[in-house]
């Protein structure tokens, strides 16, 4: 039985067993409904306000929903059995604390009885899903982006940063610019967002985001309830926040100028090794015209060395940036487990959780 890899996002699990040329066989919502026992399932129930975020900013914070979903996701869906549990391998997000690491690990071992752990960091997988050991990974979560440098498989952490603005935040700035467009229209967090995903792109350079305020063709839009909305320079204005901060409230540079002042701490004999192998990823990264309108940014940057985004091998599946860190999970899988370099439940018992630490860095 090939061994499962399991990517924990703030809105998205990514899960499957380690199949690196295919997308993982589930994406679902992280987020949970609280559902009473022994209540009927009824329209209150499945409400917002009842709803359960495992994982936020990309760290588990609710251990027993989390159990919960992992249940479902091992034993339901991909078919472990009780007492023939296979082998797991976890992405680590940057910055993941050593408090859930052998939380992950001891939750594994004492509940789930797998027969082998390894846990590696997404920005090493990312990198690995693009065919490279070193290089510099721009992901942006639902919940974060983190700005990683990897040198030959390890990362740099002190050219790593992490920053608490993600999609949701640029949801959140869709709804308050429709609003103002379309005054009469109560509009839903799910609506919105399906609305970006469906709409939102990047203008090609910050001269063409100020044509948009001038001029900028609408399209009509029916909403589930059927409400009918207009929506026009709203769509481009999500995109222009990455690279305009000031649009969100926030006194911070765009975004390549945030993995250039990264990188700037690395001594300068890396700097091209890293720069000239960037990798966009996290579902934001899919956003229209993205790709093109960093690479633009990238060619004025600052730096001496101007960052190159590497796109994916023709053989990975399609839009790999959504799963990348799944994918190099995946590919990793294939190396650990066979040559045992992952934890057993033999060195779970002699060390306990704190073996983490020493077997996954």
């Known amino acids: 039985m090939e061994a499962v890899v399991v990517d924990a996002g703030s809105k998205l699990l990514k899960a499957g067993f380690a199949i690196p040329d295919q997308p993982p066989s589930m994406i679902i919502p992280t987020q949970m409904k609280r559902v009473p026992e022994d209540e009927p399932i009824d329209d209150h129930i499945l409400s917002e306000d009842v709803a359960i975020d495992p994982v936020v900013q990309g760290f588990i914070r609710d251990w027993d929903a989390m159990d919960d979903l992992l249940n479902h996701v091992l034993y339901t869906s991909l078919g472990w059995e009780i007492g023939n549990e296979g082998q797991i391998l976890f992405t680590d997000p940057l910055l993941t604390p050593k408090t859930v690491r052998e939380h992950l690990v001891q939750l594994m071992f004492e509940k789930y009885n797998v027969s082998g752990f390894f846990a590696s960091e997404q920005a090493v997988l990312s990198l690995y899903a693009a065919g490279r050991i070193s290089g510099c990974t721009v992901d942006i979560g639902h919940g974060k982006i983190d700005i990683a440098a990897v040198i030959e498989g390890a990362v740099h952490h002190i050219a790593s940063r992490r920053f608490a603005i993600g999609g ?52 009509q839009h029916t909403l589930p ?86 796109k994916p091998p023709e053989y990975m599946p399609e839009n790999l940036s959504m799963y990348q860190a799944w994918v190099g999970g995946a590919i990793l899988a294939k190396v650990v487990f066979p040559q045992n370099q992952h934890i057993t439940k033999a060195d779970y018992d002699e060390n306990g959780p704190v073996v983490v630490h020493r077997k996954c860095f």
């Open 225 to 310: 309830d059927g409400q009918v909305i207009t929506i026009g320079r709203e769509r481009y204005t999500v995109g222009e926040a990455l690279f305009q901060p000031s649009i969100l409230g926030l006194e911070a540079h765009g975004i390549v100028e945030q993995l250039v002042r990264c990188i700037s701490s690395v001594s300068s004999e890396n700097h091209r090794q890293l720069l000239e192998s960037t990798v966009l990823c996290g579902g934001t990264a899919s956003m229209g015209s993205f790709e093109n309108r960093f690479q633009k940014e990238a060619n004025l940057s600052s730096s001496a060395i101007h960052p190159s985004v590497v």
């Open 168 to 219: 949701a935040d640029l949801t959140n700035l869709l709804m308050q610019e429709l609003s103002k467009s379309n005054p009469l229209v109560n509009f839903s967090a799910r609506d919105v967002e399906k609305l970006k995903e469906q709409y939102a792109c990047c203008a090609e350079d910050e001269v063409a985001y100020e044509k948009t305020k001038q001029s900028c063709p609408n399209e």
